[in-house]
């Protein structure tokens, strides 16, 4: 247990019993992983297939933070034909990645679950404070363009 960390889900039944229905080597979904070497420098992937082929996994240890960074999942408030992805310029600089899983003139949904996002946005920023006002207030910066 130590080449990893782990994430668990649980669910309460109706009598308010928890029962687990997940346990895996991973930090969640969502690039959680890939963030998390980003932000740290740990490499959580790396150390879980070592650990699955038996090698020995250096002993993880509680990272240190180095940066802020944010993770925005795009998703569209209606549904039509994408034309792009607006972002305001006061943030273009503090943009590390743009992944778009669709292409312009593609049909796309409006958002009703994960299945409906259309890509991500990863954010760096100095103030913490800058992070989390435009994780909380994304639509004031980014803006899916659908026709």
């Not at 690039?31 to 070497?37: G, K, V």
């Not at 778009?100 to 593609?106: C, E, P, R, S, V």
Request: a negative charge; aromatic letters at 6%; glycine letters at 6%.
């Amino acid at each position: 247990m130590e080449s990893s960390i782990y994430n668990i889900e649980v669910r309460l039944a109706t009598n308010d019993k928890p029962y687990i229905m997940e346990v895996s080597p991973r930090g969640g979904g969502n690039r959680l992983s890939e963030m998390i070497e980003l932000a740290t420098g740990v490499d959580l992937i790396t150390h879980n297939i070592k650990s699955a082929m038996g090698e020995k996994v250096e002993s993880l240890k509680e990272p240190q933070y180095k940066t802020n960074l944010g993770q925005l999942i795009l998703h569209s408030n209606k549904g039509g034909v994408f034309k792009e992805v607006l972002i305001d310029p006061s943030i273009q600089k503090n943009i590390l990645e743009i992944d778009l899983w669709i292409k312009a003139n593609d049909k796309i949904n409006s958002f009703s679950s994960a299945s409906d996002s259309i890509g991500t946005i990863v954010l760096e920023f100095s103030e913490k404070e800058k992070l989390e006002d435009v994780i909380n207030n994304y639509s004031n910066y980014i803006n899916v363009v659908v026709e």
